[in-house]
């Protein structure tokens, strides 16, 4: 027995292949303590595409004095090859995020939308309204040059200040984005709150309102256990694209203790064993989890690598 | 916003109400390096029913040389009210066994089978076939001694030696322990590699073989990540009885560095969530997950735990 892949039970209703949109090389080296530099990042790429990989966010065109992780990821994109089929998302909050993505060569950057009040004050420094308007600017002005744009939405389950997020909210959002020429809506669970119920409520919600299931993606945070119950659910109502980071590096800056994004391997292998294609290697994805860790000096929060490096060790 | 509660949404086609069957005290300590006197298990006891839990085992009659995590757990059952309502059942692997606990006051006990021939080897010492009758034999002298008998199938799921494992040989087995007096049968997904097409397809082998639905608990091991993903399938099949353990404590002994038992936190997370049932204070579960931690010295493998814990010291 392959210990390093799950046996394979397929279920009917479920979708028979699904993109995994890898974020470790943005949303999550962007809150670690170590800053990584760029040859290392791009090695970090260059392992997740060989995994199999073909979204991977590259970093984000934001100010270096807030986010020094994130400096230099014009350097990033000139090391890749922007012509190979894979996408290399970079976000870009403002207009003059979006001109360096596009002096550097860009073409995929990704745009944040708040879906509450406080955090849109607290993380993009303004009130919704401004930060909603400039994002959508952003997103519009893209499209114009022929970039595609992802828009991600936050604190879609729930916001730590201000409660419950009414589904109807999050759907109103999304329409904007689609509106302003996004061709994919991630889902934001930033405090990894929600339960599998939510998830099924708000995308009834949103494709009740017009919001195509495909243009759906599902961002999720494993802080409290549910990531993965919550992408099965959204597996059962016909999403296909999933956010998730190797190693499951990350974290909600407002919760630095708790676990951060869902682990790509973790993802990978209840994928597998559900004999949903996605085309990438989980043993890779577990090496390069396993390389990430000793590149941050930190154990990470996947327990499939764990397990897949505890098989080994007893193995040899 | 209470962030040590998450926000309700209900899903038809799901139980109403389910049970938590702790499993800490036994299960969880008896693979810990660090053993616990009498008094400190007894106080785990108490503080996981003053949390609300109503089946709680309280250890294992063992050879103390194999197992001192479990020795004196006569100590541990006279210290109990065995009166209360609160069921504290203790592990029998044999006759020997079933007559301490008996002589102990016990009410509930429970008993081991294995579905692979290599892990009755490996872990019970002897044939499958030597082993399934001394294991149903105890089942049934405990019957004839009214006492309630709890039977768990080990590896599942797989075997990390055997491979895959035939659902109808599951069905078999759970059907031999019901055929001698078991009222459950704890379905253990002992090196965590299930998902949940496989749990799925498991259920449905067992109930087309006429294995009533209320007979079967899961027990699941988070190793590979896919403990609480694994629930939300059986929830949906139905099951209405599942094996947790405050903090995740436990773990394969074949796998000392992964992770253990689905922990009772996460599992009350998303049940809370969904509006089922349980009778259980999350946040006390949480803070005796805590409280254990400290004892055994070490950080435990919580997400929600973490979480709550985490909320706690930015409020403070």
Request: glycine residues 10%.
């Amino acid at each position: 027995m392959n210990r390093s892949l799950p046996q394979e039970y397929s279920q009917s209703g479920l979708p028979s292949s699904v993109s995994v949109y890898e974020v470790s090389a943005r949303d999550g080296l962007q809150s670690q303590d170590r800053t990584l530099p760029v040859a290392t990042r791009l090695e970090l790429i260059s392992r997740l595409s060989a995994a199999g990989l073909t979204s991977i966010e590259a970093g984000s065109f934001v100010s270096e004095r807030a986010v020094p992780q994130m400096a230099d990821t014009r350097e990033v994109l000139e090391g890749l090859d922007l012509d190979s089929g894979i996408a290399y998302p970079v976000l870009t909050p403002n207009q003059r995020g979006l001109d360096e993505a596009l002096n550097a060569g860009a073409r995929d950057v990704a745009v944040f939308l708040s879906v509450t009040e406080a955090f849109s004050r607290a993380n993009l420094g303004d009130t919704r309204e401004i930060t909603t308007e400039r994002g959508l600017d952003v997103a519009r002005s893209a499209v114009t040059s022929d970039l595609r744009v992802r828009g991600y939405l936050s604190m879609v389950f729930g916001d730590p200040w201000e409660g419950p997020v009414a589904p109807e909210e999050v759907a109103t959002a999304a329409r904007q984005l689609l509106d302003a020429g996004c061709s994919r809506i991630s889902l934001g669970d930033t405090i990894g709150t929600a339960t599998p119920g939510h998830v099924t409520v708000v995308l009834d919600t949103l494709v009740s309102a017009g919001i195509p299931i495909d243009a759906i993606a599902l961002h999720t945070h494993n802080t409290y256990g549910q990531a993965l119950a919550n992408v099965y659910a959204a597996l059962r109502f016909g999403v296909t694209e999933f956010d998730a980071s190797v190693g499951g590096v990350g974290g909600c800056p407002f919760a630095r203790t708790a676990t951060g994004n869902l682990a790509t391997e973790d993802l990978l292998w209840m994928l597998a064993g559900l004999g949903i294609a996605t085309g990438v290697d989980i043993e890779a994805a577990a090496a390069t989890s396993q390389w990430l860790s000793d590149r941050l000096g930190r154990p990470l929060a996947s327990a499939t690598s764990s397990a897949i490096t505890a098989e080994r060790k007893q193995a040899s």
